[in-house]
């Protein structure tokens, strides 16, 4: 199984935490940002296999930042995530290349679902 490299922006330190605990476990390599700044320099600086992003952020729409990384790497595997009912926003954030939207909360096994889905690796 080939080690990932995977970028979670999520204001709430709790969904990195998650990240870091689920698929930390398994050997994947988690960076985790909380703003537009960092999210921006770690997509210009490093080369994921896929990102899990929050849709709503303090002073951030989630489809502008899917819009700006997508500009940056139009090749990474994207996936939105949300504890709201944005269906306008899934719809655009669809439009723009995310290839999924995780419903949060979520569990481990709807994180390795959709990796699947989007790379084609098992975790």
């Given at each position: 199984m080939k080690q990932l490299n995977i970028l979670v922006v999520d204001d709430k330190k709790v969904i990195g935490?998650?990240?870091?605990?689920?698929?930390?476990?398994?050997g994947h390599h988690i960076?985790?940002?909380?703003?537009?700044p960092?999210?921006?320099?770690?997509v210009k600086l490093n080369e994921y296999?896929?990102?899990?992003?929050?849709?709503?952020?303090?002073?951030?729409?989630?489809?502008?930042v899917l819009k700006e990384v997508k500009a940056i790497n139009p090749e990474l595997a994207v996936v939105?995530?949300?504890?709201?009912?944005l269906d306008e926003k899934r719809q655009q954030a669809s439009l723009l290349g995310a290839v999924n939207c995780l419903k949060k909360p979520f569990e481990v096994d709807d994180i390795r679902r959709v990796v699947?889905?989007?790379?084609?690796q098992e975790i």
């Open positions: 935490d998650f990240f870091n605990l689920t698929m930390g476990y398994y960076t985790v940002v909380h703003d537009l960092h999210t921006l320099e770690a296999d896929i990102a899990f992003m929050d849709m709503v952020m303090p002073g951030h729409d989630g489809v502008e939105m995530m949300s504890g709201y009912s699947k889905e989007a790379i084609g």
